[in-house]
């Protein structure tokens, strides 16, 4: 069974530091999508990035970037230039296909990030 | 913005009600979910709809139904409301334009059952 994973209950750092948080991935599917969300104090989930299991290259959007090693089953979110505004739960999803080609996401348990100034 | 609100946003309930959550979307997106957020296990799907009348179930569907009898509505209802429901509660779209089925979530419901 797909299974995502992320070891780093809490993390915290310093205004304008990059962070990496990680996420491990397990699943027998070839086609597959991974996912970052973002969830600030105020509870909304936010989308900020994709990585496709056939893109070649890491995914980038902003300050946000996907460290997507394939062989290693790991795509981790890596911040750049940490802001205050960045504080945040953070969660690590793939996409999985349902029977019938449906697709639902499962996510890992996340990473509290504090940003202290 | 994906144009999803969901209401209420916050309700307390007694056990052994019936509760109906609402997901509204602006866009015309097929496929919705319901999820339910609890500390220490992100976000786990109840239920999902690929079409208008058409859904099916998810991997903590016990003790909720849902509907969806317009495209832009998809209902959650709790028959027989349970303290173990007390929880969070995000509808989301799934937008397959651009080839990623990216999810986007409603602002959530808070749920507290007592």
């Known amino acids: 069974a797909q299974k995502i994973t992320q070891t780093q209950p809490g993390m915290f750092v310093q205004e304008k530091e990059a962070v990496t948080l990680d996420c491990t991935y397990d699943?027998?599917?070839?086609?597959?999508?991974l996912f970052w969300y973002k969830q600030p104090s105020s509870g909304e989930m936010i989308f900020l990035i994709y990585?496709?299991?056939?893109?070649?290259q890491n995914a980038t959007e902003g300050r946000y970037s996907l460290n997507f090693q394939k062989a290693r089953k790991s795509a981790n979110l890596v911040i750049s230039a940490s802001q205050l505004g960045d504080s945040a739960m953070y969660f690590c999803?793939?996409?999985?296909?349902?029977?019938?080609?449906?697709?639902?996401?499962?996510f890992g348990a996340g990473t509290r990030l504090a940003v202290h100034p | 913005d994906a144009g999803i609100t969901q209401s209420p946003r916050h309700k307390v309930t007694e056990t052994g009600t019936p509760v109906t959550l609402r997901c509204h979307q602006t866009?015309?997106?097929?496929?919705m979910y319901w999820y339910r957020q609890d500390p220490g296990h992100g976000l786990r799907l109840i239920h999902y709809?690929?079409?208008?009348?058409?859904?099916d179930k998810g991997e903590v569907s016990d003790g909720y139904s849902v509907s969806r009898s317009k495209t832009e509505d998809f209902l959650l209802t709790l028959e027989s409301a349970t303290s173990s429901q007390t929880s969070v509660y995000f509808c989301?779209?799934?937008?397959?334009?651009?080839?990623?089925?990216?999810?986007?979530f409603g602002p959530g419901t808070r749920l507290t059952v007592l």
């Open positions: 999803a793939m996409r999985e296909a349902f029977s019938g080609g449906y697709n639902k996401l499962i």
């Open positions: 709809s690929y079409g208008v009348k058409d859904t």
């Open positions: 990585q496709g299991s056939y893109d070649e």
């Open positions: 699943t027998s599917d070839q086609s597959y999508g």
């Open positions: 989301a779209i799934m937008d397959n334009r651009g080839g990623t089925d990216t999810q986007y």
């Open positions: 866009e015309n997106h097929r496929y």
